[in-house]
C-alpha cells in the first residue's frame, strides 16, 4: 500500500505536466496586441478576427530562402497532426517586405503551404508599428533585386481568446508544437 502511494504521489506532478506547454510560456498571459492590415484573402485582415481559433502568428518574407518556408512547412505538418482539431488552428503571416509582398504574392506563397494559412500585408511604417508591438526585428540585407531580411524567425501562439501564451522557437519540433497548439485548444 505504501509502494501505491508513493507510485499516486510521483504519478500526480508527471498528470499535471502534461498540459504544460513546451515552448516558452507567457506568464502571465497577456492580450496579443491587435492589428488591422490588408489580408492576402483580398480584404482587411484583423487579428481578432480569429478568436475562438488558436492562432499561430509569425513573421517573414516570401523571398526567404530558408527560414520562412521551414517554418511554414512545420506549420502545416503541425496543422496536419491536428486531424479534425485542425480547423480551429490558424496561422496567419504577417510580411517584413512590403515592397515585394502583395496580397495576392502572399496568396500564392502561404497556400502552396496549406490553403487555410493567411498572410497580411500594408504600408511599410504600418508593418513596423505592428512589429514594434511585437518586439520583432526586421534588417535588410543586401542590395539590388535580391536583397533579403534577417528578422525575428519566433512563432507567437495565441490561444482561443486572443491571449499570448507562448512563443515558439525556430527549430522547435513539430511534435512540441502539436502538443502546444492541442493543449490550447483543449482548454
Known amino acids: 500500500m ?13 498528470a499535471a505536466s502534461a498540459d504544460a506547454l513546451k515552448s516558452g510560456e507567457f506568464s ?10 490588408q489580408g492576402s484573402t ?17 513573421f517573414g518574407f516570401t523571398s526567404c530562402p530558408a527560414v520562412c ?3 511554414l512547412a512545420e506549420l502545416a505538418a503541425v496543422k496536419t497532426k491536428l486531424g479534425a482539431q485542425g480547423k480551429d488552428f490558424q496561422v496567419v503571416y504577417v510580411t517584413v517586405d512590403p515592397a515585394r509582398d502583395t496580397a495576392e504574392r502572399m496568396r500564392a506563397y502561404l497556400t502552396a503551404f496549406d490553403p487555410t494559412f493567411v ?5 511599410a511604417a504600418q508593418l513596423a508599428e505592428v512589429r514594434k508591438e511585437y518586439g520583432v526585428t ?4 543586401g542590395s539590388g533585386a535580391n536583397y533579403g ?10 490561444d482561443r481568446s486572443g491571449k499570448l501564451r507562448a512563443l515558439s522557437p525556430y527549430g522547435r519540433a513539430v511534435d512540441d508544437v502539436a502538443h502546444d497548439v492541442r493543449v490550447l485548444l483543449n482548454q
Not at 505504501?2 to 508527471?14: C, T, V
Open 138 to 141: 526586421s534588417t535588410r540585407t
Open 2 to 14: 505504501k509502494r501505491l502511494a508513493a507510485a499516486l504521489l510521483f504519478a500526480l506532478p508527471l
Open 119 to 123: 498572410g497580411a500585408t500594408g504600408p
Open 28 to 37: 502571465p498571459p497577456r492580450m496579443a496586441p491587435d492589428f488591422t492590415l
Open 149 to 158: 531580411f534577417n528578422h525575428s524567425s519566433f512563432v507567437y501562439l495565441i
Open 42 to 58: 483580398g480584404k482587411p485582415l484583423k487579428l481578432s478576427d480569429y478568436r475562438g481559433k488558436v492562432v499561430a502568428l509569425g
Open 69 to 71: 518556408p521551414t517554418t
